[in-house]
């Protein structure tokens, strides 16, 4: 997009924001309160425990620390520990892409699970809702805990050629 | 491919024009301008609040950063179109644009409409707490970017945004319609700008 506006009609406007300070949209605000910046839709919510639930248990079946595998995907050990613990908390991109990296899933679709990115695919997140359920973090993942997460894996990787590490 | 436009600010002290760039995109170096040079300028004014003993309460709109959220959020904005103003070399102000919402105010009711999901100035650029901005129009040219980005969508100028309490005024006085705070945004206000208004807004002279 291209503007073709002269000198003078630029400064008349700059000068008429007077003592504004212009801002819009919850980022710019202050990012403080978790719980109340969160006005997703339920899913996004949902698909995000699963999220953290899958990045914890993908942790302890390769039989890494959370220091390991941030040192391994090359991530924020402090991030990490967030992503596993709290549900509201929304991934950066990079942290994403190197973790489907890392754990060779299809990155769109770990995207959609962050809530980075729309899950338009309702399937996916009554997948992820179902996984969360039969998972839980303890130290050992159980025989059903590696049943279910290999099963999500699968999921994820429906429809989507696998990335070649 | 990035579209570029020479624009004008003016230099907050003596109301000199200054050239500046439009860039319709954010990219690697206005996120690294935003560590390294805004969350820095930022941090300053908090420093500077505390010095002078200013109970957080008083704080301008509840400060109480959470540095890890607004750094993921703004990483975040790689992945969606948006808007940058750069002068002297530096990232002046941020904008990102949501094109699937739409209009609430009665006039366009249920029409899409161009979103403003973030427009921030640089911290040096702020007028609040009386401080004196480097320069001026920044605000005010991200969201011609936009109202003109949503007449070349179709939107006719169409454009809504959630309003920080500090620019509540700009933005009555520019012309938008005041649809109150919304519970859903922390109790921002949200404003529309109608098909009207952003014609005159986007008006050559």
Avoid: C
């Avoid at chain 1, 990296?101 to 399937?123: C, I, S, W, Y």
């Avoid at chain 1, 359920?133 to 999921?155: G, N, Q, T, Y």
């Avoid at chain 2, 954010?26 to 560590?35: C, F, N, P, S, Y």
């Amino acid at each position: 997009m291209r503007f073709e506006r002269s000198k003078e009609w630029w400064v008349k406007r700059a000068i008429a924001e007077g003592n504004a300070t212009i801002g819009a949209g919850l980022l710019a605000r202050d990012p403080a309160s978790e719980s109340e910046i969160d006005d997703q839709a339920a899913p996004r919510e949902e698909s995000r425990i699963a999220f953290g639930r899958f990045i914890n248990l993908m942790r302890r079946r390769h039989g890494m620390s959370i220091e390991k595998l941030a040192d391994a995907a090359k991530v924020d050990a402090s991030e990490l520990l967030v992503i596993e613990e709290d549900v509201h908390y929304v991934p950066g991109p990079r942290t994403v892409y190197q973790l489907a990296r890392m754990f060779d899933v299809p990155q769109a679709r770990l995207m959609q699970l962050a809530g980075l990115t729309a899950a338009n695919d309702a399937g996916l997140v009554e997948e992820a809702v179902r996984f969360a359920a039969r998972s839980e973090a303890v130290h050992k993942l159980s025989p059903e805990e590696s049943a279910a997460l290999s099963a999500f894996v699968a999921v994820l990787g429906q429809g989507e050629p696998k990335r070649s590490l | 491919m990035i579209d570029s436009s020479t624009i004008f600010l003016v230099a907050g002290d003596t109301l000199e024009p200054v050239e500046a760039e439009l860039r319709d995109g954010i990219e690697e170096q206005q996120l690294v301008d935003w560590q390294t040079q805004w969350q820095p300028a930022l941090t300053e004014i908090l420093r500077e609040l505390a010095r002078h003993g200013v109970p957080m309460a008083d704080w301008p709109q509840s400060w109480h950063w959470d540095w890890r959220q607004k750094r993921a959020g703004v990483a975040g904005l790689l992945a969606f179109p948006g808007f940058s103003i750069m002068a002297d070399d530096v990232t002046q102000g941020l904008a990102q644009v949501d094109l699937t919402r739409s209009a609430r105010s009665a006039e366009h009711q249920g029409k899409p409409l161009a979103y403003v999901d973030y427009l921030e100035v640089a911290p040096w650029n702020r007028s609040d707490r009386g401080n004196v901005p480097r320069f001026k129009g920044v605000g005010t040219a991200l969201l011609t970017a936009i109202a003109a980005l949503s007449v070349d969508e179709g939107f006719k100028g169409r454009l809504g945004l959630h309003s920080l309490p500090q620019a509540d005024d700009f933005y009555r006085r520019t012309g938008l319609i005041d649809l109150g705070p919304d519970a859903a945004y922390q109790g921002l206000r949200y404003f529309e700008m109608t098909e009207d208004r952003a014609r005159a807004f986007l008006e050559e002279e």
